[in-house]
């Protein structure tokens, strides 16, 4: 984590630099931009090294995830693409992971044949119900000294920041 404070402190004197040199730059929204990248980072680090013993990524964890939650275990490829950020060419291949290490299926929909659709297999939720717990400890220390109130303020500002950023998408597409 020292190494994370240290590009912190990198960080607040490059931007007071730039801004010298640039003074109509937006410094605090700049700090706060390269800040979330900076904690997300390492966020997504810690959760790969945890992940590492299970042989998982972080993709392939959460594309598990999200059919450990559906209320009946399965997705189309489409939309784990779209709630995973991945491409359709990665999810392909998280799909054949997870498929050859036997926790998911991929099959037709009963409704629809031309429709693929991933299910969670029985394994797969004893593989999500036997790992997940040894991540709560991580979980925990990473938001020790958040009040409940930090939290909520934090989720809340975060979904801002998301629709913010949903709106440059929409306003940038053609």
Do not use: W
Request: net charge positive.
């Amino acid at each position: 984590m020292a190494r994370l404070t240290n590009c912190i402190n990198m960080l607040d004197e490059g931007i007071a630099r730039v801004q010298q040199a640039i003074p109509d730059m937006p410094m605090t929204d700049g700090m706060l931009a390269r800040l979330l990248l900076l904690v997300g980072s390492s966020a997504q680090q810690e959760l790969e090294r945890k992940l590492k013993p299970h042989k998982l990524s972080d993709s392939e964890f959460l594309t598990l995830m999200i059919l450990f939650s559906r209320p009946d275990g399965s997705s189309s490829p489409g939309e784990l693409c779209e709630y995973t950020s991945q491409g359709a060419t990665n999810m392909t291949r998280i799909a054949n992971v997870l498929l050859k290490r036997g926790l998911i299926t991929r099959g037709t929909s009963a409704e629809d044949r031309r429709r693929v659709l991933i299910r969670i297999t029985v394994p797969g939720r004893r593989f999500v119900r036997q790992m997940l717990p040894s991540l709560f400890p991580g979980l925990v220390m990473t938001f020790a000294g958040f009040s409940d109130s930090d939290k909520r303020s934090l989720s809340r500002l975060l979904r801002k920041l998301a629709c913010n950023l949903e709106q440059m998408d929409i306003q940038a597409a053609p």
